[in-house]
């Protein structure tokens, strides 16, 4: 987890937008409760029942002020759980000794309670579908077979 965790927080980040006035203790204390919040939604993102009032609440401010602090990053709540979550499904979708798993276990262990919704935001974000990706992961986990040619030679 903590990869994704710093996977979504570089993703959020890399907009390179300040959380508040730059110097101003406010936007010290606005960044420090952002990453608060981003925190709070890479250790819970598998959760679907996740909310912006749960994390608001386990971080001690308004749900609304949550939803401020993410519009500073240029994201909204839902498109960074997202992200995390098809992270996850991904990285799992891809993992080699994991085909045990049907991609709709991955999707709900990721935190999708939808199915079609996974499947719409997977193939937006990879360009494929998970069974795709997985196929494709498959096809490029097994050895080049060459056929041995034989020639016959005329006695």
């Avoid at 579908?129 to 494709?136: E, K, T």
């Amino acid at each position: 987890m903590e990869v994704l965790r710093y996977e979504a927080l570089g993703m959020v980040r890399a907009r390179g937008q300040p959380v508040g006035p730059s110097g101003s203790a406010g936007g010290v204390v606005a960044q420090a409760r952002l990453q608060g919040v981003l925190d709070d939604m890479a250790a819970h993102f598998s959760d679907p029942q996740l909310t912006v009032e749960a994390v608001a609440h386990r971080q001690g401010i308004s749900a609304r002020y949550l939803q401020r602090l993410m519009a500073t990053t240029g994201r909204t709540y839902t498109t960074v759980v997202n992200e995390m979550r098809l992270q996850k499904a991904f990285k799992d979708l891809t993992a080699r000794g994991r085909d045990t798993r049907t991609v709709q276990d991955i999707a709900l262990q990721a935190g999708f309670s939808d199915l079609s919704y996974f499947g719409r935001l997977f193939r937006a974000r990879y360009g494929d579908s998970p069974h795709g990706v997985r196929a494709l992961r498959k096809s490029s986990d097994k050895p080049a077979q060459v056929r041995a040619t034989t020639k016959r030679v005329a006695p």
